[in-house]
């Protein structure tokens, strides 16, 4: 069996212990990571700027491979800043403005 915490303890300013959950400390970095890349935050851009695109449309536009604008696509989509759209044989990425407003939030009470 594993022996690993996945808390770690914390003393708040008033003295009480609290425990951080790292488990949820690693999901939310890896979120921030997401954003905090030059290319996904151009591809978010392009996307945003044309409502919705295909990964063909995304890759030739950026003049990427189209292994490299899916890698991406995929982790956009992992961490819910692009929504999906199947239609036939196409899948359309949109930007998901809701998770980006909660990310922005998110980040002005951290840095508070």
């Given at each position: ?6 808390t ?6 008033n ?8 488990i ?25 700027e ?17 292994s ?10 992992k961490a819910g ?9 196409f ?13 922005n ?8």
């Amino acid at each position: 069996m594993n022996n690993v915490s996945t808390t770690l303890p914390a003393i708040t300013e008033n003295g009480t212990f609290l425990n951080l959950n790292l488990i949820s400390a690693k999901k939310a970095a890896m979120i921030l990571r997401a954003v905090n890349h030059n290319l996904r935050q151009q591809i978010l851009k392009l996307i945003d700027e044309n409502g919705k695109m295909t990964v063909t449309e995304i890759y030739i536009q950026l003049r990427l491979e189209q292994s490299v604008a899916s890698q991406h696509l995929a982790i956009l989509r992992k961490a819910g800043f692009v929504n999906t759209d199947r239609d036939g044989k196409f899948i359309y990425y949109s930007v998901n403005h809701k998770r980006l407003e909660e990310l922005n939030h998110f980040i002005i009470d951290l840095l508070k």
